[in-house]
């Protein structure tokens, strides 16, 4: 009969399979948020605030702050965040390792906009994410733009998710990354932006800087092949 219903859902692109909460995704990420008493959530590249929903689901109630470029997705992050008390959003910049204004590339699915050029990698797996125009926006520090948000006590999780720009933006992070308990990346596996920094490069950024990783979160895929080539990297501090 199970298999008969799964063979039913998956005609729909859906799946059925065993739900173990210690030992799933989502139930290893309320783990290590609960483990390092995460009460300050720092979404950088938050779009429409698909980042700060899924932590809703997972039961976190703390403070989330989101930092979003891109003026079509900052009206609907707002509008999102607006609905809850303690989810703020950052007035609308990129963030990078200096202050000033840049240009961003803005993608059809808006999801993969960024400042780099993409390759054709990346426009031959996913049509929908070519870029469609430009806007030129506010250039800011994370250091320097999180500081109204923090506070003695604020335990960090920093989520970067920039489209190959996260180095850069670590750059102008110093300051939270070292307060900073759990940090997410993503890391791309192929070179999907001119000019991105490696996963490997990203994931030894992070070990000289006293973090190991602690999840791999898969994300997207090339439909033509299979090959993974975006991943989410969850680092925790080492000396935990």
Known sequence: ???????????LGFDIVRY??????????????????INTILDVGA????????????????????????????????????????????PRMALGRT???ISINVAENLESSSIL????????????????GTEIVPLETLDEASHSFLEPASVIYLKID?????????????????RAEVVQLEMSLADLYQGQPSYM????????????????VPGFSDPRTGHLLQADGIFVKRNV
């Open 20 to 37: 173990p909460p210690l030992h799933s995704h989502s139930g290893r990420m309320r783990r290590i948020i609960c483990f390092h008493k």
């Open 117 to 132: 050029p993409m390759s054709a990698l990346h426009t031959d797996a996913a049509p929908a994410s070519s870029y469609t």
């Open 162 to 178: 920039t489209q190959g720009f996260e180095a850069e933006v670590l750059a102008g992070a110093t300051n939270v990354l070292s």
């Open 47 to 90: 779009n429409e605030g698909q980042f700060g929903i899924s932590m809703r689901e997972l039961a976190y109630d703390g403070r989330i702050v989101s930092f979003e470029p891109l003026s079509s997705a900052y009206k609907r992050l707002e509008e999102i965040a607006g609905r809850d008390p303690n989810w703020l959003v950052a």
């Open 201 to 216: 490069e990203l994931n030894q950024f992070m070990i000289s800087n006293g973090f190991v990783i602690a999840e791999l």
């Open 1 to 11: 009969m199970l298999n008969l219903l799964r063979e039913l859902v998956r005609k």
């Open 99 to 101: 202050s000033g204004k």
